[in-house]
């Protein structure tokens, strides 16, 4: 079965749209998120894009700030702080790569952790990571959404996340965690990768190295989000062989197509979220 991100994406996207117009006849006020870009790199240029389009689609304000590349920290950060105070602003997202010169913790830590729509503050982290209520990035919940889609109940499923990052591999192994899987958690200084995955119920592969994990890697059956985004002579492929793995895996996540959609569907569903909460208060 080849899980369709685009359409899960395009019904998270109609719920959504539905409780913006709920939002709005309760309190008289709509979502409002506001994304800084700093640069011209071309990458962040096309996702800003996309997701203010996304979020005017369900009914979200949506406003890009925008940065030269050389601005100075102090601009940036009293931004944010302005922002912050600004009750028409319900999420506030800084595009990253930052260049260089911008401390990007420093700028993460600045953001007030209730309008943190990407789940980076360390208040969102340690929350997330004690199991109490928080902003999860966007990435990781898409992936989760999706596999849950597939299979309501992963009591005592084995889930092995290819990748240790901050964005994507880490927040994985919580929203696992509290979903009684068991957890396995690989990187590039793993000894053997191929038999972590072999014993896997479940891979999240988050690694950015083109077709790493091959058909022979994977137990059949298994469901596999393959959240890589690689520029090949051949076009965008994944971290997974499609072709060898779609073979033997139960349910896998294709590229394009997969987890790319479900992350900016999930940033409007955490611009909403934080919405909730600043008008709860
Ligand atoms: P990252 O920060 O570069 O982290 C990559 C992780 O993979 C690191 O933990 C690294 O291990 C590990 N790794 C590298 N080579 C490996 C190998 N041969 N075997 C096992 N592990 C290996 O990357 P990221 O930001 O998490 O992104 C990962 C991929 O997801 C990229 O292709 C990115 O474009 C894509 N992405 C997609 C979306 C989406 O919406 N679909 C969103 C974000 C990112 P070490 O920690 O030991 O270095």
Not at 21 to 35: F, R, W
Not at 165 to 192: A, Y
Not at 203 to 220: E, S, T
Request: charged share 25%; net charge positive; aromatic share 4%.
């Amino acid at each position: 079965m080849i899980i369709d991100g685009k359409k899960v994406a395009a019904e998270l996207r109609e719920e959504l749209k539905k409780k913006v117009t709920e939002l709005k006849s309760t309190y008289n006020a709509v979502p409002g998120l506001t994304v800084i870009l700093v640069g011209e790199d071309p990458p962040s240029k096309i996702y800003v894009r996309n997701k203010e389009k996304s979020a005017n689609e369900v009914g979200i304000n949506s406003e890009v700030i925008k940065y030269p590349e050389n601005v100075e920290e102090k601009v940036l950060l009293n931004k944010i702080i302005e922002l912050n105070n600004n009750n028409n602003v319900s999420g506030i997202l800084v595009q990253l790569p930052l260049p260089k010169h911008i401390d990007k913790r420093k700028v993460i830590e600045t953001m007030n952790p209730r309008k943190d729509v990407d789940g980076f503050h360390p208040m969102n982290v340690g929350n997330l990571s004690s199991g109490y209520d928080s902003s999860i990035p966007c990435t990781p919940l898409g992936c989760y959404l999706l596999i849950k889609k597939i299979e309501k109940n992963l009591n005592g499923k084995h889930a092995v996340i290819i990748g240790r990052s901050n964005l994507n591999g880490k927040p994985m192994i919580q929203l696992l965690l509290k979903e009684n899987c068991t957890v396995t958690i690989t990187h590039s200084k793993t000894k053997d990768l191929r038999a972590e995955c072999s014993r896997a119920d479940i891979i999240i592969a988050a690694v950015g190295r083109p077709k790493l994990v091959k058909g022979d890697w994977v137990k059949k059956g298994a469901i596999v989000i393959d959240v890589g985004i690689n520029k090949t002579d051949s076009g965008l492929v994944g971290d997974v062989d499609f072709d060898e793995v779609s073979k033997v895996a139960k349910a896998i996540t294709p590229v394009p197509g997969g987890v790319g959609p479900m992350t900016i569907a999930c940033l409007l569903n955490n611009t909403v979220e934080c919405f909730k909460k600043t008008q709860s208060n």
